[in-house]
T-cell receptor, first 115, second 114 residues
């Protein structure tokens, strides 16, 4: 059963704590993405990776960090420097970034709240 | 920065009616895509139209693209209650031959009443 798996579904962060959101894909896609979605809003790009061991900042990278040590995995860490982390986080992947290979496949999302 | 902007922000119709959503964008594109999001879930890709295409169909979906007006429309015919969701357009910008990441609009929230 191919797809993208995000975990956990719900996550609570305490003040000053770093938390890590998991994203795993078995679609053999090269490109992976992290988005943040606030209520009633569109998706804003946090980080993206075109290939293993490479990643680039998106539009709102401050307060977040990522790694891409394996093709299948692209975890996102929300650091204590992110002062307003409450949002719905979506991970996606695509065959590549360019042309028609940029159709994105999404996970079910992680809802992060601050305690 | 937001490239695609959907219109209207919200749309409420009766089952069986057609639903039309519009998307406007600002820069040159390689392709334009439409996605659907059920409440609290991830997005699902619906259809992709390339910049050199004017119209595309998939089942009850019809997408048009007018690159001169930098706009696209998504038509859902004979809507069903199960079509209730938010619909997003996403543009694949073309920066002088180099393609950037997809840019998503804020979406149209469609409600189909039984």
């Amino acid at each position: 059963d191919g797809g993208i798996t995000q975990s956990p579904k719900y996550l609570f962060r305490k003040e000053g704590q770093n938390v890590t959101l998991s994203c795993e894909q078995n679609l053999n896609h090269d490109a992976m993405y992290w988005y943040r979605q606030d209520p009633g809003q569109g998706l804003r790009l946090i980080y993206y990776s075109q290939i293993v061991n490479d990643f680039q900042k998106g539009d709102i990278a401050e307060g977040y960090s990522v790694s891409r040590e394996k093709k299948e995995s692209f975890p996102l860490t929300v650091t204590s420097a992110q002062k307003n982390p409450t949002a719905f986080y979506l991970c996606a992947s695509s065959i590549a970034r360019s042309n028609v290979k940029n159709i994105q496949y999404f996970g079910a999302g992680t809802r992060l709240s601050v305690l | 920065s937001q490239q695609g902007e959907e219109d209207p922000q919200a749309l409420s119709i009766q089952e069986g009616e057609n639903a039309t959503m519009n998307c406007s964008y600002k820069t040159s594109i390689n392709n334009l895509q439409w996605y659907r999001q059920n409440s609290g879930r991830g997005l699902v890709h619906l259809i992709l139209i390339r910049s050199n295409e004017r119209e595309k169909h998939s089942g009850r979906l019809r997408v048009t693209l007018d690159t001169s007006k930098k706009s696209s429309s998504l038509l859902i015919t004979a809507s069903r209650a199960a079509d209730t969701a938010s619909y997003f357009c996403a543009t694949g910008p073309n920066y002088g031959g180099s393609q950037g990441n997809l840019i998503f609009g804020k979406g149209t929230k469609l409600s189909v009443k039984p």
